[in-house]
């Protein structure tokens, strides 16, 4: 499961970047604005090496079986948008057009299941009602034996625990949409005599509908992105091909072909994703923040709502995390060897990279506003606009593509005499990995340090230039001065989509690299619940932080 | 004075000369901009402006918003790029067949929101423009400067915690630090408060002055327009309407539109027969020149130069009075239901309903129109 948008506030969906109506400073310059083109085609360019490969390998050559999983596929990404769809605008609307005990909190409790990735969540989720699992157990001592093994690990859970840890997409666009879009034309509908049923089926829902069709696309670019955990419940989907087909083979053409098709799935759901808007682009100006008119709810029915709601923060988020304290407690208190040995080792690789792909992420996004800052047309624009789409590129695809182009680099040197070429294509190496994280997490960077960069008035820009200072010098002594809040935002949460990151890890690194997330991976694969519970609550807690600076955001009312 | 004003094309030899040279090429103008085109997608910013501005001369654009006035502030401190045409700083070209980006144009520029940079203090924001000086000489200089706009005892402030009026002298003296040849003004005194705004405006102005650089002020405000600058220039939809001193631009405007924006004006039909011109209330004024003519024309009279009179008799009557303090504003209904306005003193107060005399004063030269266009002499067709 890679990193989740910690809130569309700093990280909007593909199909939700604000349209911008800044005065730049038109003049442009070539040095910065091919800047922009570089990193636009180095951000392009695991896409593009996919589909060259597969068109100069003169189409597909896919494997057996991949017939069963495009249909597994299929029936994952239905299941979790259905689902996912129906948890968050269910809680969305809960949350926004109602007034119950607990809801402030609940409404924020709800967004934390964003910092529990699913491949932790599948292991607890599997431990917990697994055959062996206390809950089956318990079932047993009741019912008797003859109950059988109920089919947990199956399509259905997996499901289950990827809707538990994605419905908050879906529940933070939709409730986006309905605080600050709909209001005004909630209130009309209302004092027009539309009773709240009526005015959530005929104004909210329809005016929801493109933050809906936004949070679903996320949610499935994730599913299509994972295929760790999915594999704790035997779901062998398109992405799980490709993983499983490049580790068994080492086979270039067939990881293509399948990552070609993950390709397809991820530009279906963008195009149906443009569909279920209906190119409606709802900015509507007043009432930002003001929030619906809530009704209060009373007796049973606020018990039912609260409880509801603490109910799904609790099955995603709160009772995962107890669970992994606990085993976290015995096994530091059993002093297990195991734990203190690797741990720190594990670590180090994992603070290591994140803290090297940060830096590389941010810079590369102070490039980009910076360059856009100082003018430069549509093509440089377009370009910026580009580099954001990473985020949605499927993991296998990113992954994959970064061994197509190392494989492309090992034949142009062959064809230049050396004969080993850059021999990293089997083994893995760490600037594959960090290329790739370049590619996922310039987007969320760019958001926040692009924030910061709009609250720079361009007449500062400007006065700087006509004082004499050339682009370099106004870079150090006005932009990065003024966007320094926007840079740590961006540093802190590539950090953290960098820790939680374990597809791309898995796909890309060196034998005897190991960070935390694949430890946590390697060690729930083999039923070592307990060992992986303190690494996999120390990502927890480091996922946190991304969450809480926009909780701190919405209480505050200002940007991180 | 020649012939009829085409209202797009200002002839150079019009009242307001439209490149407007003052000294008629006698020395190289500080800033010249040459049939300038700016197009923002479809839409023409600016359209085949010439302008210029002699050295230690003092010139304010004016329009309505969206006239493209800022379009030729930024065309000309190199934020954007022309179209077509060029631009000069001395006898240096900056855009046309070069390119010279702002950093290089040793320009000072001046926004509405003083954009002080805030993370520096009031020196460090002055020095900012000072890199290329020996170290030891920026010290003295931002003192120089902050002496000559009068903040000398503010230079350890943020600019968060100085008033508007401060900021934009902070943003003044940043900008006349390096001795640019040429300052740019933004609106510079549109944000700040009205009583503010008369003395900082005069002090702004000395301050330039005192520096001898050329300035380039755009603002949307007629009064400030026609007290500040030397010269004045009337954009309308990215073309230069008219270019000329205060009093020359207010007194002769080339057309309706000009009349209209710099002033007070009301329209009446009128006919000029033999160098008299008479109207609805009598006879106007003579016309000098117009001899042996006769012709169809509109009148432009302005509310300072209508007089009047309560008398019983007539058929004029005030229709509304508005105080305005020192003066008082009449507005009179004619005969024919069109409405002059008048300004009278303090004192004069007529009741709605009085009927008055209407006349204008004597040793007033109205303007005279011709559809759109102001005559400045008898077209040969009406000559009789």
């Not at chain 1, 820790?499 to 039923?527: D, I, Q």
Request: aromatic share 6%.
């Amino acid at each position: 499961m890679t990193a989740p948008a910690p809130a569309p506030a700093v990280a909007p969906a593909p199909g939700l970047v604000r349209p911008r109506s800044r005065r730049l400073l038109g003049a442009g310059r070539p040095g910065w604005s091919t800047a922009v083109l570089v990193v636009a085609a180095l951000i392009a360019s695991p896409v593009l090496a996919v589909a060259l490969r597969a068109l100069l390998q003169g189409g597909l050559q896919l494997p057996g079986g991949v017939g069963r999983m495009v249909v597994t596929t299929l029936l994952l990404v239905t299941s979790v948008a259905l689902g996912t769809a129906a948890l968050g605008t269910g809680l969305a609307w809960l949350v926004s057009v109602h007034e119950f005990p607990g809801r402030r909190v609940l409404s924020w409790l709800l967004v934390l299941p964003l910092a529990m990735p699913a491949y932790i969540l599948g292991f607890v989720f599997l431990s917990t009602f697994d055959y062996a699992g206390p809950v089956q157990g318990a079932l047993r001592s009741v019912l008797g034996d003859d109950l059988g093994a109920l089919p947990v690990r199956s399509l259905g859970g997996a499901s289950v625990v990827l809707v538990l840890t994605l419905y908050p997409y879906v529940y933070l666009l939709v409730r986006a949409a309905f605080t600050d879009i709909a209001p005004t034309a909630y209130d009309a509908a209302r004092t027009l005599g539309a009773s709240p049923a009526r005015a959530f089926r005929t104004v909210l829902l329809p005016l929801a509908r493109p933050s809906l069709a936004a949070g679903l696309a996320l949610v499935t670019m994730e599913v299509l992105t994972d295929f760790a955990t999915v594999q704790y419940f035997n779901v062998r989907t398109v992405s799980v091909g490709v993983y499983l087909t490049w580790k068994g083979s080492f086979d270039v053409a067939s990881a293509v072909s399948l990552a070609s098709l993950v390709l397809v799935f991820a530009l279906v759901v963008l195009g149906m994703e443009r569909g279920l808007r209906g190119g409606a682009r709802y900015h509507q100006r007043g009432g930002r923040g003001r929030g619906l008119e809530r009704r209060e709810l009373t007796g049973g029915r606020a018990v039912a709502a609260t409880g509801a709601c603490a109910l799904v923060a609790a099955l995603a988020f709160g009772l995962p995390v107890l669970r992994l304290a606990t085993w976290a407690w015995s096994a530091v208190a059993d002093d297990n060897p195991l734990v203190n040995d690797r741990f720190a080792d594990h670590l180090t690789s994992s603070v290591l990279v994140a803290a090297i792909a940060a830096v590389s992420c941010v810079l590369v996004s102070v490039v980009l506003a910076h360059a856009l800052r100082l003018g430069g047309g549509r093509w440089v624009r377009g370009a910026a606009q580009a580099t954001t789409f990473g985020y949605a590129v499927p993991g296998a695809v990113v992954g994959i593509g970064v061994l197509a182009l190392f494989e492309g680099a090992d034949r142009l040197l062959e064809a230049l005499g050396r004969e080993d070429g850059t021999g990293v294509l089997v083994t893995g190496s760490v600037l594959g990995i960090l290329l790739a994280y370049v590619v996922r997490f310039t987007a969320p960077a760019y958001q926040a340090v692009d924030a910061s960069f709009g609250r720079i008035p361009p007449t500062v820009s400007a006065s700087a230039l006509t004082l004499g200072a050339t682009p370099g010098r106004l870079l150090r002594r006005v932009h990065l001065p003024l966007a320094r809040s926007g840079v740590a935002v961006a540093l802190t949460l590539v950090i953290v989509d960098a820790v939680k990151e374990l597809p791309l890890v898995l796909l890309l690194r060196p034998f005897g690299f190991t960070t935390l997330s694949v430890w946590v991976y390697e060690l729930a694969s083999e039923n070592f619940w307990e060992r992986a519970a303190l690494p996999a609550l120390l990502i927890v807690v480091v996922a946190v932080v991304p969450v809480a600076l926009t909780f701190r955001t919405r209480v505050t009312g200002q940007a991180p | 004075m020649v012939g009829v004003m085409p209202a797009s094309t200002p002839a150079a030899a019009s009242p307001g000369s439209a490149t407007g040279d003052p000294s008629a090429g006698a020395t190289t103008p500080a800033l010249r901009l040459q049939a300038v085109t700016k197009s923002y997608g479809e839409h023409p910013a600016v359209q085949a402006v010439d302008l210029a501005v002699a050295a230690g001369e003092v010139l304010t654009v004016i329009g309505p918003s969206g006239c493209g006035k800022s379009t030729l502030l930024r065309l000309a401190a190199g934020l954007e790029r022309p179209d077509s045409g060029s631009v000069w700083l001395g006898d240096r070209e900056v855009a046309g067949s070069r390119w010279v980006p702002p950093e290089r144009r040793h320009v000072g520029l001046v926004f509405q929101d003083h954009a002080l940079f805030p993370h520096l203090d009031v020196a460090t924001n002055i020095a900012f423009g000072l890199d290329r000086l020996p170290r030891g000489e920026r010290g003295p200089r931002v003192t120089e400067v902050l002496e000559l706009v009068g903040l000398g005892d503010l230079r350890d402030r943020y600019p968060h915690e100085l008033s508007g009026g401060e900021q934009q002298r902070v943003a003044l003296a940043r900008a006349l630090a390096p001795r640019p040849a040429v300052v740019l003004l933004d609106e510079p005194f549109s944000s700040l408060d009205e009583n503010l705004r008369a003395q900082v405006r005069a002090d702004t102005l000395a301050a330039i002055r005192l520096t001898g650089s050329a300035a380039l002020l755009v603002t949307h405000d007629q009064t400030e327009a026609l007290s500040l600058g030397d010269r004045l220039a009337v954009v309308r939809r990215g073309v230069v309407e008219q270019v000329g001193p205060p009093t020359e631009v207010y007194e002769t405007p080339v057309n309706r539109f000009v009349a209209t924006f710099m002033g007070d004006a009301d329209y009446l039909p009128a006919h000029v027969r033999d160098a008299l011109l008479t109207s609805e209330i009598g006879v106007v004024s003579t016309v000098p020149g117009w001899g042996r003519t006769e012709l169809d024309v509109e009148v432009m009279l302005r509310p300072h130069e209508v007089a009047l009179r309560p008398e019983p008799s007539a058929a004029a009557v005030v229709e509304r009075v508005e105080y305005h303090g020192a003066f008082v504003l009449h507005h009179v209904r004619l005969p024919s239901g069109r409405t002059v306005r008048s300004w009278q003193q303090h004192g004069v107060r007529l009741e709605p309903g009085t009927p008055v005399d209407v006349t204008v004063v004597p040793g007033s030269r109205p303007v005279l129109l011709s559809g759109d266009t102001a005559l400045f002499a008898p077209p040969d067709s009406a000559r009789r």
